[in-house]
């Protein structure tokens, strides 16, 4: 069992339809037949939406995506129209709303791993592959990979695991030249983020990106133009380690919400994340401890201060 603790009601916006209600972004439909993304202070561990909000989460994963966006744009176009927030929305919108252009999103998590932890770890310490791509002997939690590789894996709905898959299986569902585009595309994007980040002194262990295909704007020629989404390279979608702390062969230390999974598994929680009772709220000093992260990564990455 697995979901929301508390699925909230969405905001009714005049001249907006309510669409989705995702662990943090919640999707409506104006009435141009544009999608609005509105980012929340939701977050999400072990599966489960925390009854816990995390204060400027939305508007610094919304910033830091806008930010990468104008530095991957010579790469792959995304989806933002404007940043204008819709009349009658509440004013907690500003700095966390996107109105995007409608894509035929694609059923793939596009995944980059240029280090060696979390679920490709796992895959190798069992058969020394990750998503079917064998890898060398001797690597540990941390170690860097001799190069990027793209582990895809199949979305899965609120309160589900994503399924890691071979490459195969993406050739297969979307054909063998969208995968390819895919493919490309991701590592592409990883390499020019990566390098950016280890610029700041971070490390980009691995990320996810979700793609869709513009139809709108296709042309007899060139089909449907392959259009990135969503949100990229934030604390949610992706581990960035402090690089004058990385040291293989052990849990890195993160920019993301690892602070709420060692405390959700600690005995102080309480909590047993392997059952089936909903997690308890979060502690004042944990939330002010993400935060913190967060907003270190967002200042570490653009060089600008958050206010």
């Not at 989705?20 to 999707?27: I, S």
């Not at 925390?50 to 991957?72: A, N």
């Not at 979060?282 to 401890?289: G, K, N």
Request: glycine share 8%; net charge negative; proline share 8%.
């Amino acid at each position: 069992m697995s979901g929301f603790v508390e699925k909230p009601q969405p905001v009714q916006v005049p001249g907006l339809i309510h669409l989705h209600t995702g662990k943090v972004r919640d999707l409506y439909r104006d009435e141009a037949g544009l999608l609005v993304m509105v980012a929340s202070d939701r977050t999400s561990a072990f599966d489960w939406v925390l009854p816990t909000d995390i204060p400027d989460k939305g508007k610094i994963l919304t910033q830091l995506s806008l930010w990468w966006f104008e530095r991957l744009a010579d790469l792959v176009p995304n989806h933002v129209v404007s940043t204008e927030v819709p009349a009658g929305a509440p004013a907690d919108w500003e700095g966390r709303t996107l109105i995007c252009r409608n894509l035929r999103m694609l059923p793939v998590e596009c995944v980059a791993r240029g280090y060696l932890t979390g679920s490709g770890l796992l895959e190798y310490d069992e058969q020394r592959t990750v998503c079917g791509i064998t890898l060398p002997e001797g690597l540990v939690d941390g170690s860097e990979l001799p190069a990027p590789i793209f582990t895809p894996a199949l979305k899965a709905e609120v309160g589900e695991h994503d399924e890691n898959v071979p490459y195969e299986e993406v050739a297969r569902r979307v054909g063998a030249e969208t995968a390819a585009q895919l493919r490309q595309t991701t590592l592409a994007v990883y390499g020019r983020a990566r390098d950016i980040a280890r610029e700041r002194g971070i490390i980009l262990a691995d990320t996810k990106f979700e793609f869709g295909l513009d139809e709108d704007g296709e042309s007899a020629e060139a089909g449907p133009t392959l259009v990135i989404g969503d949100e990229v390279l934030t604390p949610d979608s992706s581990r960035f380690w402090p690089a004058d702390e990385w040291e293989p062969g052990r849990t890195q230390p993160s920019f993301d919400k690892q602070i709420i999974r060692n405390w959700l598994k600690s005995p102080e929680s309480g909590w047993d994340p392997a059952g089936e009772t909903p997690p308890p709220a979060l502690p004042a000093e944990i939330v002010e401890r993400v935060q913190a992260r967060y907003v270190e990564a967002y200042e570490r990455l653009t060089g600008l201060a958050w206010s």
